[in-house]
């Protein structure tokens, strides 16, 4: 079972309505990911989304819920039960929620809920990052801000940079053995290209050096 449709598993122990962080409630979060019938109490952190105090909360494990509350629609009053809230993949696999202000829907990462409500905002520049790569888990303890650089190397560090997917050069080339060498820019590069190329400008320097000769008087 995928992280997002394990988070999305509603197991009964629906939100206490309690605006404030409520630590201790224990629940089944596992829905038989790790055996069938198997529930383990997990203990589950809840602070309000900031901006939506009153409304929305978010876990330490990464799930999202409304809380009880009293909507005008119109000239109608109408109550709401609060909620766990289902979360779908953005286009990216990212996890999203949909929450609502001023009557009107919003589809936001669950990763940044977490952050803004446990951490704070990020400092300029930041972005959300996960430890371990899996942009699914979403818990507190797999979440940083940091920056797009660290976040782009936590992509390579965990193999999932687009270059280290190539086995071959554009040319065709394997990247292995002897012919794998370290480009310029610290990425990977193909000696025989490289070594065409190295060919290439030397022989057009030659070419050019001969023509300044020739011209010369
Ligand atoms: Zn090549």
Known sequence: MSAIAALTCNNGSGPDGVG?????????????????????????????????EGN?????????????????????????????????PNGEGRPTASINRDGRPRRVLVHRLVL??????????????????????????????????????DIVRHGRHWSAQKTHCPQGHAYAGSNLVTGSRGGRACRTCRNAGMRERYRARVAAARAATEETP
């Open 20 to 52: 404030s962080t409520s630590r201790g409630l224990t629940h089944p979060l596992d829905c038989g990911e790790k055996g069938a019938g198997v529930s383990l109490p997990i203990e589950e952190s809840w602070r309000p989304i900031p901006g939506y």
């Open 56 to 88: 929305y909360e978010v876990s330490d494990l990464g799930r999202v819920r409304s809380l009880d509350r009293v909507l005008t629609c119109g000239s109608q009053r109408r109550r709401f039960t609060g909620q766990i809230l289902s979360q779908f």
């Open 116 to 153: 803004l409500a446990f951490v704070g905002e990020p400092p300029a520049g930041h972005v959300a990052c996960h430890n371990d790569g899996d942009c699914t888990n979403n818990r507190l303890s797999n979440l940083r801000w940091d920056t797009e650089r660290e976040n782009q190397l």
